[in-house]
């Protein structure tokens, strides 16, 4: 796609970017843009192969290219709970903890003549290895992208001020709040 006229819509109390509208789409006037909660800025760019960085005052139109790729600490985590998930599944995890609290229960049971020594820990130790694992290699994976300059590792806490920051200003948060609040995070 060629260079064309986008606007560009940015929160009016932060200043924030938060997308854009190709100029002139449909009906589009200039009094139906919502000047209450946003401001707007009109720019020629291309948006297949250029964003918009930065706020309304101090940002610039950059080559998608020259970005590095964004790499969120809830997606890493999700996709590690997805892997742990795959190798023990919830009810799996329920058994391996069932079966662990029944083998306690009888052993501190008065009438049975278990002992500690009957105890049958095999799958828990491995599920518990497995777990320790993974929290190792996630670890060792945020800090990969942490140290490598071809990602923007953006942390929980910065996840959480962008949406902060996006829905920033009295009544915004209210006028946009969606059924799925998730939604609306970007």
């Known amino acids: 796609m060629a260079k ?5 819509s940015f929160n009016k109390t932060s200043g924030i970017y938060s997308g854009f509208i190709y100029h002139g789409q449909g009906n589009l006037r200039q009094e139906d843009l919502n000047t209450e909660y946003f401001m707007y800025k009109t720019v020629e760019m291309d948006p297949d192969t250029e964003t918009w960085e930065g706020d309304i005052n101090t940002g610039r139109i950059v080559a998608l290219a020259e970005q590095p790729q964004e790499i969120r600490e809830s ?3 999700a996709a590690t709970q997805e892997r742990i998930f795959q190798k ?7 058994n391996i903890i069932f079966g662990i609290m029944d083998q306690l229960i009888d ?22 290895a497995y777990l320790t ?5 996630l670890e060792a994976e945020k800090q990969g ?3 490598d300059p071809a990602f923007r590792y953006i942390s929980k806490e910065e996840e959480h001020q962008i949406f902060m920051d996006s829905v920033a200003g009295d009544g915004l ?3 946009i709040q969606p059924e799925h609040p998730f939604e609306i995070i970007k």
């Open 4 to 8: 064309q006229q986008l606007i560009l």
């Open 75 to 77: 997606e890493v985590d």
């Open 88 to 94: 023990y599944k919830y009810y799996k995890q329920l």
């Open 107 to 128: 052993i501190n049971n008065p009438e049975t003549t278990s002992t500690y020594a009957d105890l049958d820990t095999t799958e828990y130790e491995a599920f518990k």
């Open 133 to 137: 694992q993974m929290r190792l290699d």
């Open 145 to 147: 992208y942490i140290d």
């Open 173 to 175: 948060r209210a006028e």
